[in-house]
């Protein structure tokens, strides 16, 4: 009988986070599930006003087609957003603007990756990359990491073993989703190294970067390697809105090159319309004050979670949760016995809802783990629902 369906869409599962938000939605549940922004931080009047000049001033270039690799007037204006930031040294030729970034992973997989070819990532990591890279029949390899990210010496025994056929890393290296945990500077450059030895592409993707609440930033990889090994991905969605569905690549103009004729295909342009209302939010100093003020926000939702923690979980041996400095989540590892993805329900029926963390492990392990948001919930919710969770721990400590 003929096959209906292609090879990718046989191979491309619905992510689990899809399928519990059926049961997270519910009337009643705190959820620490989702990686949402507060909604009360979307500047809606600043939006607002962006609008009603752009469709005065600029209207035909916002509703009409525009380039595939974005409006050069926009990438320009990253370039010096990024070299101002960042330090990168970058055109607007090394930038393709996207429907954010889940879509740059996309571009990325479609561009580079044959059904077998290896991806080595991170021990736990973004379930929407896990999703893609296994959609186009990527082999993918967790290495462990820890509280300084990748381990790269684990990282070295399997690319010794695995190197010449591994085309891909993929990195979240800034308070990574879902460990919160940020990369070593010693880490980034070893990880640089390991893959000018191997001859393989970083990706380095980091939504959560600009939301340090303290401490010192260290480099992007991308700033460390330059652009010929490393592509970064960044988006708007966790710093303005994600319902605008914009972000971008930067890459090597060989990469970009390759990378727009395939995106032609895909969806010709990302809406302009988008792209000029951010542009002139950055333009108008609306952005850094926008993230300024996210960064407060958040920071003290992290710092109720952690105290909440602190002050309703059990005390027990192999508990733990990691203390991120920034970004929108942190990360609880229980003791082994505790299987989270049992538990899941169990807090449900309390009302309080995470996600599983074997969901972010490339080898269906991490089943004592789990992650929590700490961006979504009010205060007062992210108390009464840490409360209600560590009800449900304890319940299951032996
Ligand atoms: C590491 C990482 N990459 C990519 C994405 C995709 O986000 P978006 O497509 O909204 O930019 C997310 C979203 O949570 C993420 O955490």
Redo the contacts with the bound molecule.
Sequence with gaps: MKRLFSSVTDRTKSSIIRELLKLINRQGVISFAG?LPAPDTFPVALIQSIIADLLKTNAVTALQYGPTSGLEEFRHELCLMLRAREGLDISADNIIVT???????DLISRSFIDKGDRIVMELPS?I??IQVFHSYGADMIGIKSDGEGIDTGHLEKVLARYGKRTKLMYV?PDF??PSGLTMSVERRSRLVALAEKYGMLIVE?S??RQLRFEGTAPEMIHRIAGSDNVIS?F?F??TLA?GF?L?YIVASKKITGAMTIIKQSMDLCTSPFNQLIAMEFIRRGYYDAHIDLIINKYRNKRDVMLESLEKFMPRTEGLYWTRPEGGLFLWVVLPEYIDADRMFYQAIEKNVAYVIGSAFHCNNKGRNTFRMNFSYSSEDEIQEGIKRLAQVVRSNIR
Excluded at 99 to 105: K, R
């Design positions: 990686g429907a954010s970034s889940q879509q740059g992973l973004y929407g990359a979240v990574q989703n993707d939504p959560y991905l988006t969605s966790k994600p569905r972000g």
